[in-house]
């Protein structure tokens, strides 16, 4: 609750320091903003105290604090450019936090996903490729939204999510096998060719996407998420190099097909040499980032939030780097780090090998998609397309990563409780998941048929 009210003052402090600056005077729009970003995580506290007591203590204030950022950037947009968008994103918020409040009511504990983790996974591939058949009011050129009525969603947002507890509840149930069978090459141990089924499927799926939907952000995103997951269950690097093979021999075949992947690799190399066409939104980002140097232009003194298009929502850390300088966008970054760290903080105390590989992809998800991100905006990396977490307008980002984290909140709260239960304690906690004794046996039968267990989760196998 400190750190929520901590947030919520820095917050404020911004906003009014931001009208003023302005020459401005306070509004009732204001007001909205302060009041409902307090009321929302209000609640969101309040659901924390009586459903997931035990849950971590970073989390949701980090996340208040990113969400507010992005609200005040947003606010910051508007009075440039005579735009109303910072309402929408506090309505927007509310919706993600009722997500959060969802999850957390509805999944009391996150071992019971993986009994649906193949409807899942079917769900899942389903909201990729929904695009591709459903008709879209959004004027864009990658086949990424569907139009519902007056709004538009990106079910990709989504699917990343159901596709990633598939894959955990696959990982954990076939690590045993990934780690005992295979060959030896150069030091290293490889997969058998049919054990790399589940990587080559999500590497043919990204492919596909990439090429039918003109776009290769969210296709990036799952395959580097997914690799991550079964370098983690494994501890094989050999899984690295395997998919950096393939993401050299993928990324290749889709570039030579796509003219705009073309144009994001060339305007990666030399953005000015496209200014006036496509490479004027990132040289902008560039010249922002120069202008704000170290300490910044200060709020409401720069020029990204007026001159680079949809800054609000590929490039709004470009406005925070140039008005807030590296120091605020190195803020920013730490920030996020610290979320993926108390994410992975969460896996390693999580008892069980699915909460484990839940936690860690949902982990490497923010972590990839913060990097892809600012090596975008930086020219380190071709653009991708992909948002900010909780920071870009837009409700389908918003309320998928509130999801995420209310997965989150919910495998720190079971692992905290059952650490800080006294001795014989935890049994009817874990008398209440009931259907793990699959997994005390399968984890036996390994142990005895394979010798000592071996990956990155080995030390921390549970035992009961």
């Known amino acids: 609750m400190g750190l929520l009210i901590a947030s919520a003052v820095i917050i404020a402090v911004m906003l009014v320091n931001l009208e003023l600056s302005q020459g401005n005077t306070l509004t009732t729009e204001l007001l909205w903003v302060i009041g409902g970003y307090v009321a929302i995580f209000t609640v969101a506290h309040l659901t924390l105290c009586l459903v997931a007591k035990d849950a971590d203590q970073i989390m949701l204030p980090i ?6 950022l992005g609200l005040v950037t947003i606010y910051r947009i508007d009075i440039a450019r005579d735009f109303t968008m910072v309402n929408r994103q506090v309505l927007w918020t509310m919706v993600g936090v009722a997500m959060l409040v969802a999850v957390l009511v509805i999944v009391r504990d996150h071992r019971a996903l993986s009994r649906y983790s193949y409807l899942l996974g079917l769900l899942g591939l389903i909201l990729l490729a929904l695009p591709l058949v459903w008709p879209t009011s959004m004027n864009a050129d990658a086949r990424i939204w569907i139009s519902i009525g007056p709004f538009s969603v990106q079910p990709g947002e989504f699917s990343k999510i159901l596709l990633l507890l598939f894959f955990a509840q696959l990982l954990a149930t076939k690590r045993a096998l990934f780690n005992v069978a295979g060959y030896r090459f150069l030091g290293m141990e490889f997969p058998r060719l049919r054990d790399l089924a589940p990587i080559l499927t999500v590497w043919a799926v990204a492919i596909v996407i990439m090429a039918v939907s003109n776009d290769f952000g969210p296709a990036l995103l799952l395959f ?4 991550g997951m079964m370098f983690l269950s494994t501890g094989r690097v050999s899984w690295l190099i395997i998919g950096g093979v393939l993401v050299a021999v993928g990324g290749t075949a889709v570039y030579l097909v796509s003219s705009k992947i073309q144009e994001r690799v060339a305007n990666f190399i030399d953005p000015l040499a496209s200014y006036d066409s496509t490479g004027y939104q990132l040289s902008e980002s560039l010249f922002g980032l120069s202008w704000g140097g170290v300490t910044g232009t ?3 003194e720069g020029y990204s939030a007026e001159i680079i298009p949809v800054v609000w929502s590929d490039f709004i850390l470009s406005a925070v780097g140039e008005e807030f300088g590296l120091i605020g966008l190195s803020a920013v970054i730490i920030l996020f780090a610290v979320l993926v760290t108390r994410g992975f903080r969460a896996a ?3 008892r069980d090998s699915y909460g484990k590989l839940v936690a860690s992809g949902l982990s490497l998800t923010i972590a990839v998609q913060i990097f892809v991100v600012v090596g975008g905006i930086t020219a380190l990396l071709p653009m991708t397309g992909l948002t ?10 918003l309320m998928a990563n509130y999801i995420l984290l209310g997965l989150l909140l919910r495998i720190s709260d079971a692992a905290r409780r059952r650490e800080s239960a006294p001795a014989g304690a935890a049994a009817p906690a874990v008398a209440a998941a009931g259907d793990n004794r699959k997994e005390e046996t399968a984890l036996r039968s390994t142990t005895s048929s ?3 267990e071996t990956g990155t989760f080995a030390q921390f196998r549970e035992v009961r």
Do not use: D
């Open 388 to 397: 900010t977490p909780f920071m870009s307008a837009g409700g389908s980002s």
């Open 450 to 452: 394979s010798g000592p």
């Open 63 to 68: 996340v208040a604090l990113l969400n507010g």
């Open 224 to 227: 580097a998420t997914v690799l």
């Open 348 to 350: 390693l105390s999580a």
């Open 298 to 300: 200060g709020l409401g």
